[in-house]
């Protein structure tokens, strides 16, 4: 993979830009933008902004054309048997609602998710558990803090009709074991649903392979606009879910007692749709697929070795998971005894424009349980260098010398 000739296409990125040389380490929370989904979104804007799927016009007909093309372009990303099991969402967050208040839950059902859940895939299950008295369990972790097949079937059995997984932790970057959790889930009638918003940008996801149930990632994470994301569902199971939120663009008729919903995906999109992040998403897809995932992981793991061999001999440094690289994607986290985490990144921004997160990173309950009270996460993508990684190396030195 050509580091340099893909890093043109980012503007933000680009030498001799307008703007300063960042060094940007905050891909866990959202990526930069390449040019192909920049012009995407800027040509819906300028040349078409209309109404798809709704009027009948050229304006109309095209738009209608390029979200259909966007989802096929989702669907052949994830190797979907249908484009119709491609729901359009805001984000992860949105899907995963989507699934929690439409699957038909009783009191007593139990929903299982691990203890390194982002709270996308934590609260919604709380609040059905209050609210449709639902069991929701917790599965811990190895003592290497990652997933444990073992805690994990000890908790499996027919009362079980949901397994609810972040693929790869924003927390740490490691993936759990998806086709054995799927396979053991299936067994006992559960079905899977699997948080892939670290894992979309990163791996090749084969959803019929897997025998994935239902599938939420974002597009802000992979290159797509903000407020752009997928929910997969197989199509028989989408068929039987009633939608979450209804009105304009999921009926194909009603009358004042009663209406008709339309088909699976449009009975789950409700209302005007944002089309120029629907078109941009696809944008990202397809540039995705150019790339290649394989070139992407060797890349992140490259980097990620870099850095934790770099700081590992810092005093007082402490990783969030695994000191095992090999286990890890493109992200390092990490925290110093006594120290605010939080001004380690602020002096990383300031001393050479180096963008890490600091903080919980959404997953405060993992932090609360082991008393710790924040990190710094650098989360590297393909386009990051192994220069920039030396770069963080070494103002973090600089940095723990004087805090």
Same mark, same amino acid.
């Given at each position: ?20 040389? =960042? ?21 819906? =804007?300028?040349? @078409? ?78 609040? +059905? ?37 972040? @693929? ?10 998806? +086709? ?9 009638? +559960? ?5 892939? +918003? ?27 606009p903000s407020g752009s994301g997928v929910l997969y569902g197989k199509l028989s199971l989408l068929d039987k879910l ?55 992981? *060797? ?25 095992? =690289? *090999? *286990? ?37 309950? @993992? ?30 030195? *600089? ?5």
């Amino acid at each position: 993979m050509d580091v340099k000739k893909i890093r043109r296409e980012f503007p933000l990125l680009e030498e001799n830009s307008k703007h300063r040389q =960042y060094i940007y380490f905050d891909n866990a929370c959202q990526s930069l933008r390449p040019r192909p989904v920049i012009d995407a979104i800027m040509a819906y =804007y300028r040349d @078409w902004s209309a109404c798809g799927g709704r009027s009948n016009h050229q304006l109309s007909t095209e738009v209608t054309n390029r979200v259909a093309s966007a989802r096929q372009s989702l669907a052949r990303l994830i190797n979907a048997a249908s484009e119709k099991e491609i729901i359009f969402t805001r984000n992860t967050t949105e899907g995963i609602n989507l699934v929690a208040n439409a699957l038909a839950l009783e009191p007593g059902d139990v929903v299982l998710v691990s203890d390194k859940e982002h709270n996308s895939n934590l609260i919604p299950w709380q609040v +059905a558990a209050k609210k449709r008295g639902i069991l929701l369990k917790i599965i811990p972790s190895a003592p290497d803090e990652t997933f444990s097949l073992a805690n994990f079937e000890s908790l499996l059995d027919s009362r079980v009709k949901l397994v609810s997984i972040g @693929w790869t932790s924003n927390l740490d970057g490691v993936s759990v074991p998806a +086709a054995e959790i799927i396979k053991k889930a299936h067994q006992v009638g +559960a079905l899977v649903l699997l948080d892939a +918003a670290q894992a979309a940008p990163h791996q090749k996801i084969n959803v019929r392979g897997l025998d994935i149930d239902f599938l939420a990632f974002s597009g802000h994470k992979m290159l797509g606009p903000s407020g752009s994301g997928v929910l997969y569902g197989k199509l028989s199971l989408l068929d039987k879910l009633d939608p979450f939120l209804v009105g304009g663009d999921t009926v194909a008729s009603s009358t004042y007692e009663t209406c008709q919903f339309l088909p699976p995906p449009e009975k789950f999109e409700a209302g005007l749709q944002d089309y120029a992040g629907i078109i941009g998403l696809g944008a990202a897809a397809q540039f995705l697929m150019q790339v290649g995932f394989d070139a992407i992981q *060797k890349q992140e793991q490259l980097l990620t070795q870099i850095i934790m061999d770099g700081i590992k001999d810092l005093p007082g440094l402490h990783w969030i998971g695994t000191p095992d =690289y *090999k *286990k890890r994607g493109g992200i390092t986290t990490f925290y110093f005894d006594g120290v605010d985490m939080h001004q380690v990144a602020i002096m990383l921004d300031q001393m050479a424009n180096i963008q890490v997160r600091s903080g919980q990173h959404c997953v405060h309950s @993992w932090f609360h349980s082991r008393q710790v009270k924040g990190s710094v996460r650098a989360s590297a993508y393909f386009y990051n260098t192994e220069e920039e990684a030396r770069a963080f190396i070494s103002n973090l030195i *600089k940095i723990r010398k004087v805090l």
